[in-house]
């Protein structure tokens, strides 16, 4: 056991330093192994000529792979990064572009190891306008009671421009979706355009409207057996109607009709011109605790009064 210890502690000092130098060794070495550093970065359109309009579709984003030591990668600040394809000197038709990087971004020592995808597919089309006519789309229902009659845009037509391989079709655009559900009158509303590709856009920026006449909804009722009562009486005087009862017919907003009930209707004759006693023919007048009940007709429209003098038990008891 003695003889393992003084194994262990001979030369300590130099044992120890060995032990120190290998680890410094050790850091040193790997300091300057190069490493790898992933990066995503998007993708820029260069020098496009005014007259032409790309038509495909492009990557978004490219992945880069960058060699370098560990201390410079850490420079790298990702966003800094650019990466585009150079559509100068380009006519139409399609072609096939190397994507480029530009290192501004990355320091020496730092190298571009793999750029995927290297090669992008290009479409370049002639850059054309067209006036299409403006769609409206609307959803939902409107609410019990009423109806949608029509609309009118405004502007009828826009002008649109793109690229001439996906204009050409296109006979109209379409306006983000109208919500009619809680609409109960005829409403004018300002409305954005959607023409279905990012390759086909606007010619102005103008504002669109759209105008939707909405008719409220309403039913005819018949209303039977309503009792006339006599308004308006002078002094002295009894009206007498004996058992005479009328039948309405009513315009009734539709929204209004479930709880419509018949006892809502009355019908009277006003007796105001009446001084003596007598018979008399008088006009039905119709009325209703609802407010928006329309009159159609009252069958009979007029009825016999037959007034007479009040008796002294009878004013007594008035």
């Not at 730092?110 to 067209?130: G, H, M, W, Y």
């Not at 204009?167 to 959607?194: A, F, P, Q, Y």
């Amino acid at each position: 056991m003695v003889n393992i210890v003084g194994k262990i502690t001979h030369n300590w000092h130099i044992k120890l330093l060995s032990l120190a130098l290998a680890a410094i060794l050790w850091v040193y070495v790997n300091s300057i192994q190069e490493k790898e550093r992933f990066l995503t970065v998007p993708v820029e359109v260069r020098n496009v000529s005014e007259d032409y309009l790309l038509s495909s579709e492009l990557p978004e984003f490219v992945q880069l792979i960058l060699r370098g030591r560990d201390e410079s990668l850490s420079l790298v600040n990702e966003g800094d990064v650019v990466a585009y394809i150079d559509l100068e000197m380009n006519s139409e038709g399609e072609t096939k572009k190397i994507v480029k990087v530009e290192r501004r971004g990355i320091p020496r020592g730092v190298s571009i190891k793999e750029i995927s995808p290297r090669l992008i597919d290009v479409q370049l089309d002639q850059a054309i306008r067209k006036s299409v006519k403006v769609v409206p789309v609307i959803v939902t229902d409107l609410p019990d009671g009423y109806s949608f009659e029509k609309f009118v845009i405004e502007p009828p037509t826009v002008e649109i421009q793109g690229p001439s391989s996906r204009i050409k079709s296109v006979e109209s655009v379409n306006t983000r979706k109208v919500d009619i559900g809680n609409m109960t009158e005829t409403t004018v509303i300002e409305i954005e355009l959607e023409t279905g590709s990012d390759k086909i856009t606007l010619v102005r920026d103008q504002p669109v409207n759209i105008k939707i006449f909405i008719r409220e909804e309403f039913v005819l009722k018949r209303v039977s057996s309503v009792v006339v009562y006599p308004v308006n009486v002078a002094e002295g005087l009894i009206p007498d109607l004996g058992e005479q009862e009328v039948s309405v017919l009513i315009k009734l907003p539709k929204r209004l009709e479930s709880g419509f009930k018949n006892e809502q209707v009355y019908a009277y004759v006003d007796c105001v011109e009446i001084g003596e006693t007598g018979d008399y023919l008088l006009p039905v007048t119709f009325q209703s605790d609802i407010e928006e009940v329309a009159l159609v007709k009252v069958d009979p429209p007029t009825i016999s009064v037959h007034m007479v003098e009040a008796s002294e038990e009878t004013i007594a008891e008035q």
